[in-house]
Nanobody
Framework: QVQVVESGGGLVQAGGSLRLSCAASGTISSIGDMYWYRQAPGKQRELVAVITSGGSTNYATSMKGRLTISRDNAKNTVYLQMNSLKTEDTAVYYC???????????????WGQGTQVTVSS
């Protein structure tokens, strides 16, 4: 069984920083691309950042320059460093890992439960 668990959310003042972590655990054969999404109240979930299995990265235009996504393949973990946070960054942040579970021949998407990020003015 595979689990994806986020951590690191919390309350921070505008201009501050947070580092989110997302760890995949269980019987995993391979992990491909890993993603961070966010969903603000009353809005659709949106893609924030992606890191490929090869380490290439891409970011949402609205947050480019303020984010760094990285991964530690030995720990099956992806990180999201967020700087210069704004009140509009308040949202639940979700991790998505595209991975192949042991015994499977296909990659599937696994989601975490989300971690709340609240930015106060």
């Amino acid at each position: 069984q595979v689990q994806v668990v986020e951590s690191g959310g919390g309350l921070v003042q505008a201009g501050g920083s947070l580092r989110l972590s997302c760890a995949a655990s269980g019987t995993i054969s391979s992990i491909g691309d890993m993603y961070w999404y966010r969903q603000a109240p009353g809005k659709q979930r949106e893609l924030v950042a992606v890191i490929t299995s090869g380490g290439s990265t891409n970011y949402a235009t609205s947050m480019k320059g303020r984010l760094t996504i990285s991964r530690d393949n030995a720990k099956n973990t992806v990180y999201l460093q967020m700087n210069s946070l704004k009140t509009e960054d308040t949202a639940v942040y979700y991790c998505n890992a595209r991975l192949m579970a042991s015994g499977s021949r296909f990659y599937s998407d696994y989601w975490g439960q989300g971690t709340q990020v609240t930015v106060s003015s």
